[in-house]
C-alpha cells in the first residue's frame, strides 16, 4: 500500500481501506485455477478457455485482453466512507496504468460520458440515481466519488487522511509494508448510520419493543465505540 495514495483520502473518512496490488504475481498465482476451472466447465483446454474470456472482453467494447487486464491490476485501489447528506459520500482511487486506463474509457463510452483531462474532473450521469458522481483523473491515478467538492481537493493533492486518529492506529500497527491497510471511526460511523437503520426498522415486522431495544443498543455501542484498524501482511 503507498501511504501517499491514503493520505489523498478525505480527511472527514470515517471509514476507509486500501489495497496494494502486483497485477503480474496477481495473475501468475491466479491463472491456472483460473483457466483449469473455466475450461472444466466448458469442456475445453486452458489455452481455449483463455480465448474466450478474451472474446468477451473484445465483443463487449473492451481493448485489452484478460491477462493484459489482470497484469494492469497494479499499483494502491483504496475505498472510503465519509459523512455526507442526505447520503454518506462514497470515494474510490483507482490508479493509472495502460490496462485500467483503457478500462475506464470504456466504461465511460458505455455511460455516454466525456474522459477527463489530467488535471480535471468530469460528472458521470448514472441512471435513476439523484446523486452526481464526479469522475477526476491525474497522473497517477483516477478518483470516482459522490463528494462534488472533494474532488477537486484530490487534484489538488491536499492531504490529511493519515492525520486522523483511526489512521494513525492502523499506521502504528503495522501500516509499513502492509498490503492490506484499513481503519475505521466507529462510533463517527455509528451516528451516522443510526438515521438510516431507524428508518429500515420502523418499516420491518417487528414489535415496537424489540426495535426500541435495537436502538439503545445502537445508541449504547456509539458511545462506547473506539478507532478500529486492520492490517495485512
Same mark, same amino acid.
Given at each position: 500500500?503507498?501511504?501517499? #495514495?491514503?493520505?489523498?483520502?478525505?480527511?472527514?473518512?470515517?471509514?476507509?481501506?486500501?489495497?496494494?496490488?502486483?497485477?503480474?504475481?496477481?495473475?501468475?498465482? /491466479?491463472?491456472?485455477? /483460473?483457466?483449469?476451472?473455466?475450461?472444466?466447465?466448458?469442456?475445453?483446454?486452458?489455452?481455449?478457455?483463455?480465448? +474466450?474470456?478474451?472474446?468477451?472482453?473484445?465483443?463487449?467494447?473492451?481493448?485489452?485482453?484478460?491477462?493484459?487486464?489482470?497484469?494492469?491490476?497494479?499499483?494502491?485501489?483504496?475505498?472510503?466512507?465519509?459523512?455526507?447528506?442526505?447520503?454518506?459520500?462514497?470515494?474510490?482511487?483507482?490508479?493509472?496504468?495502460?490496462?485500467?486506463?483503457?478500462?475506464?474509457?470504456?466504461?465511460?463510452?458505455?455511460?455516454?460520458?466525456?474522459?477527463?483531462?489530467?488535471?480535471?474532473?468530469?460528472?458521470?450521469?448514472?441512471?435513476?440515481?439523484?446523486?452526481? #458522481?464526479?469522475?477526476?483523473?491525474?497522473?497517477?491515478? %483516477?478518483?470516482?466519488?459522490?463528494?462534488?467538492? +472533494?474532488?477537486?481537493? %484530490?487534484?489538488?493533492?491536499?492531504?490529511?487522511?493519515?492525520?486522523?486518529?483511526?489512521?494513525?492506529?492502523?499506521?502504528?500497527?503495522?501500516?509499513?509494508?502492509?498490503?492490506?491497510?484499513?481503519?475505521?471511526?466507529?462510533?463517527?460511523?455509528?451516528?451516522?448510520?443510526?438515521? +438510516?437503520?431507524?428508518?429500515?426498522?420502523?418499516?420491518?415486522?417487528?414489535?415496537?419493543?424489540?426495535?426500541?431495544?435495537?436502538?439503545?443498543?445502537?445508541?449504547?455501542?456509539?458511545?462506547?465505540?473506539?478507532?478500529? +484498524?486492520? #492490517?495485512?501482511?
Amino acid at each position: 500500500v503507498d501511504p501517499t #495514495v491514503v493520505d489523498r483520502l478525505p480527511p472527514t473518512a470515517m471509514t476507509a481501506i486500501a489495497i496494494g496490488l502486483d497485477g503480474k504475481q496477481l495473475w501468475a498465482a /491466479l491463472q491456472k485455477p /483460473l483457466l483449469g476451472a473455466l475450461a472444466k466447465e466448458r469442456d475445453c483446454d486452458e489455452q481455449q478457455a483463455l480465448a +474466450y474470456l478474451d472474446q468477451n472482453l473484445t465483443e463487449q467494447g473492451f481493448t485489452v485482453s484478460f491477462t493484459e487486464l489482470m497484469e494492469g491490476l497494479t499499483g494502491t485501489f483504496a475505498l472510503a466512507i465519509a459523512p455526507g447528506a442526505p447520503f454518506p459520500t462514497l470515494s474510490i482511487e483507482i490508479p493509472r496504468g495502460t490496462a485500467l486506463d483503457s478500462l475506464v474509457t470504456t466504461i465511460l463510452g458505455f455511460a455516454n460520458a466525456k474522459v477527463p483531462n489530467e488535471g480535471e474532473s468530469t460528472l458521470i450521469p448514472i441512471p435513476g440515481s439523484p446523486l452526481p #458522481v464526479t469522475l477526476a483523473r491525474d497522473g497517477g491515478g %483516477w478518483m470516482l466519488t459522490s463528494d462534488m467538492m +472533494y474532488a477537486n481537493d %484530490w487534484l489538488a493533492k491536499k492531504g490529511g487522511f493519515l492525520d486522523l486518529p483511526a489512521a494513525k492506529l492502523a499506521v502504528e500497527r503495522g501500516g509499513a509494508g502492509a498490503v492490506v491497510l484499513g481503519c475505521s471511526d466507529t462510533a463517527v460511523m455509528l451516528r451516522s448510520i443510526i438515521p +438510516y437503520l431507524a428508518m429500515a426498522l420502523g418499516q420491518a415486522p417487528i414489535e415496537a419493543d424489540q426495535r426500541q431495544a435495537i436502538m439503545r443498543l445502537l445508541q449504547t455501542a456509539t458511545t462506547k465505540g473506539g478507532s478500529g +484498524y486492520m #492490517v495485512v501482511k
